[in-house]
C-alpha cells in the first residue's frame, strides 16, 4: 500500500513537472495541452514511462519536445530512465486540453 | 514511431544564406522601384522591369523556397533531404546567377553574357529540382502535398527552360511565332506551376498544423491539384501552339475551380482551429490567400479585354503581375519567414539546452513590434502600389514603393535580429 501511495505521489509530482515542458511553437505547456496520456513510476526497474502525443504528427518540434519530457524528468529524478512512448491512438483532439490551455489558446 | 523532423532537417547553414539572400533582395526589388517609377508605366517588356521582376521571383520568391523547402521537406515527407552538399552548392549557383541575369536584365545587351547569365540560374533550377525529386523519391509516403511539390520542381524545370530559350531568341531567333508568346507562357509557368503548386503543396501541409485543425476535406485538396494542373496545361499548349480563344476561357475555369477548391480547404482549417488567435505570421499568411482575388479578377481582365483600350490593358497587365508577386506571393513571404526562420535559428542555438535551461521562446528572438508596424505598412505599401500602377501616377507609384522600402528594412531589421541572436539561457535548479 506505500509502494502505491509513493508510485501516486510521484506521478502526481511528474504531472507537475511536465508544466514545464512548453511547445516552442504554441507556447503552452505539454500537460495543459492534454498531450500527455500516461505517467507509469516504476520504482523496482527504476523507469519513468510517459505515454504522450502530439497535436498533429509529424510536428517539426517533436523530437525537440520529447527530448525536453525526458531532461526535464531526468533532472529531478537522477537515478531513473525517462523512457516517452509517442502514441496516435487515441487521437489528440481539443477536449483533452485542460481549462488553462484553452484559455491560452482562446479556444 | 512517425517520424520525428528536427533529426532530419538539413544544417542550418545549409538553409539560413537562403534568407539573407532573400531579405537583401527584398530591400534592393523595393529600392530598384524607387529609382526607377516608371518602369510600372507602359508596356511590361522593358529592361528595369523585367530586371525588377527577376529579382522578385528569383532573389526574393524563389531563393526564399529553397531555403524554406530544404527545412519543410524533410517535414512534410517524412525524408531527409537527398544531400546537403548539392543544396549548398546550388545556392552559390543560384545566387550568382540571380546577380548575372538581373545585371543582364537591367543593361539588356543581348549576347553570350545574357545566355551565359540565364544557364547559370537554369543551371541551379537543375540541381535544386534534382534535389527535391530524389528526396521525394526517397519518401516513405507520397500524399497530395508531397506530390505536388514534385510537380512544383518539374514545373520550375521548364519555367527555366522556355527562360533560357527567350534569352537566346534575343541574339539567335529560334522561335517563329512572336516570342510574347513564349513570355506569357513563362511567367505563367513560373506563377501557377511553380510558385503556386509549391505554395498549395506547403501550405496544405503547414497550415492546419499552425492552426490546429484536423479531420478536414482531403478530395478539395485533389481537385485543387487536377484542376491548376490541367488549367495550366491548356494554357500554355494554347498559348504557344493552338491560340483558340475559347480555349482560354475553358482554362480560366479551371484555375478559378482549383483556386476556390484550395482556398475552401484552408478556409475549413480556419474554421476548425483550435488556436482561435492567430499570430502576425499567420495574419499574413491570410492577407496573402484573400489577395488572390485580385489578380484573379486582373487577370480576367488581361485575358477578356473586355472593352478597355490598350494603354489600360497594359496597366491592367503590370498589375496583375504585380499583385501576384508583391501581393500574394510576398506577404505569404513575409509571414511565413517568421513561421519558420526563427525556428531553424532557435532550434541551433537552443536545442542542446533543452530540458536543462530555460531557454526563450523562438518568438521571443525578433522584435513583435517591428512585425506589427512591417504589417500594417506592407498592406498600405501594396494598396498604394497598385492603385498607382492602374491609374499610371508615377508620385502614387513611389509613395508606395517607399512604404515597401520601410517595410522591407523593418523585415531585414527583424531577420538579422534573430540570425544575430546570443543565446540566453537561465540553468534550471
Not at chain 2, 275 to 289: E, P, W
Not at chain 2, 392 to 417: E, H, M, P, R
Request: proline residues 3%.
Amino acid at each position: 500500500m506505500e509502494e502505491f501511495n509513493e508510485k501516486l505521489k510521484n506521478e502526481g509530482i511528474i504531472y507537475n513537472l511536465l508544466k514545464n515542458v512548453i511547445d516552442p511553437e504554441v507556447g503552452v505547456n505539454i500537460v495543459d495541452m492534454g498531450l500527455v496520456y500516461e505517467i507509469d513510476y516504476a520504482e523496482s526497474e527504476k523507469t519513468i514511462h510517459i505515454k504522450m502525443t502530439l497535436s498533429s504528427p509529424g510536428c517539426p518540434l517533436g523530437d525537440v519536445i520529447i527530448q525536453d519530457v525526458k531532461a526535464t524528468i531526468a533532472g529531478t529524478y537522477k537515478n531513473f530512465e525517462p523512457i516517452v512512448e509517442l502514441v496516435w491512438e487515441p487521437t489528440w483532439s481539443p477536449d483533452m486540453m485542460t481549462k488553462e490551455g484553452k484559455e491560452a489558446l482562446g479556444y | 514511431m512517425q517520424s520525428l523532423n528536427t533529426t532530419s532537417a538539413p544544417h542550418s547553414s545549409v538553409v539560413i544564406p537562403h534568407y539573407i539572400f532573400a531579405a537583401l533582395s527584398f530591400f534592393i526589388l523595393a529600392f530598384l522601384i524607387i529609382i526607377s517609377n516608371n518602369s510600372l508605366i507602359g508596356h511590361y517588356f522593358q529592361p528595369k522591369l523585367l530586371a525588377i521582376t527577376h529579382v522578385a521571383t528569383l532573389g526574393w520568391g524563389t531563393m526564399t523556397i529553397f531555403g524554406a523547402l530544404y527545412q519543410l521537406l524533410p517535414v512534410i515527407s517524412s525524408s531527409s533531404l537527398f544531400s546537403e552538399k548539392l543544396a549548398k552548392t546550388t545556392f552559390y549557383v543560384f545566387g550568382l546567377g540571380i546577380i548575372l541575369l538581373v545585371i543582364s536584365f537591367w543593361k539588356f545587351s543581348t549576347g553570350s553574357f545574357f545566355i551565359v547569365s540565364a544557364s547559370v540560374v537554369f543551371t541551379a533550377f537543375l540541381l535544386f529540382s534534382t534535389n527535391i525529386l530524389l528526396t521525394i523519391q526517397k519518401s516513405p509516403k507520397k500524399d497530395i502535398e508531397t506530390i505536388s511539390i514534385a510537380i512544383s520542381a518539374i514545373w520550375l524545370i521548364l519555367t527555366g527552360l522556355l527562360g533560357l530559350l527567350l534569352v537566346i531568341n534575343f541574339t539567335y531567333p529560334i522561335f517563329k511565332q512572336s516570342h510574347f508568346l513564349f513570355l506569357t507562357t513563362h511567367a505563367h509557368l513560373g506563377i501557377i506551376g511553380w510558385f503556386l503548386f509549391l505554395i498549395m503543396g506547403a501550405s496544405a501541409k503547414l497550415v492546419p498544423m499552425f492552426l490546429i485543425s484536423h479531420q478536414l476535406n482531403r478530395k478539395k485538396l485533389h481537385l485543387a491539384f487536377y484542376s491548376v494542373n490541367l488549367s495550366l496545361i491548356l494554357f500554355s499548349l494554347n498559348w504557344m501552339i493552338f491560340h483558340i480563344e475559347i480555349v482560354n476561357y475553358i482554362a480560366f475555369v479551371f484555375i478559378l475551380v482549383g483556386i476556390i477548391s484550395f482556398i475552401t480547404y484552408l478556409y475549413e482549417s480556419y474554421k476548425k482551429r483550435v488556436r482561435k488567435v492567430l499570430d502576425i505570421g499567420m495574419k499574413h499568411t491570410a492577407v496573402a490567400f484573400i489577395a488572390v482575388i485580385l489578380p484573379l479578377i486582373l487577370g480576367f481582365i488581361s485575358i477578356y479585354k473586355l472593352n478597355f483600350n490598350t494603354t489600360t490593358l497594359l496597366q491592367i497587365i503590370i498589375a496583375y503581375g504585380f499583385t501576384v508577386l508583391l501581393g500574394t506571393i510576398s506577404s505569404l513571404i513575409l509571414g511565413q519567414t517568421y513561421k519558420t526562420l526563427p525556428f531553424i535559428v532557435w532550434l541551433a542555438k537552443y536545442q542542446k539546452f533543452v530540458g536543462k535551461a530555460k531557454t526563450p521562446l523562438p518568438k521571443e528572438i525578433y522584435s513583435e513590434k517591428i512585425l506589427v508596424v512591417q504589417y500594417i505598412v506592407y498592406l498600405i505599401a501594396v494598396i498604394v502600389l497598385t492603385i498607382g500602377i492602374l491609374l499610371s501616377s508615377k508620385l502614387t507609384i513611389t509613395t508606395g514603393a517607399v512604404f515597401l522600402l520601410v517595410t522591407a528594412i523593418l523585415f531585414n531589421i527583424n531577420v538579422f535580429k534573430i540570425l544575430l541572436h546570443k543565446p540566453k539561457i537561465e540553468i534550471k535548479a
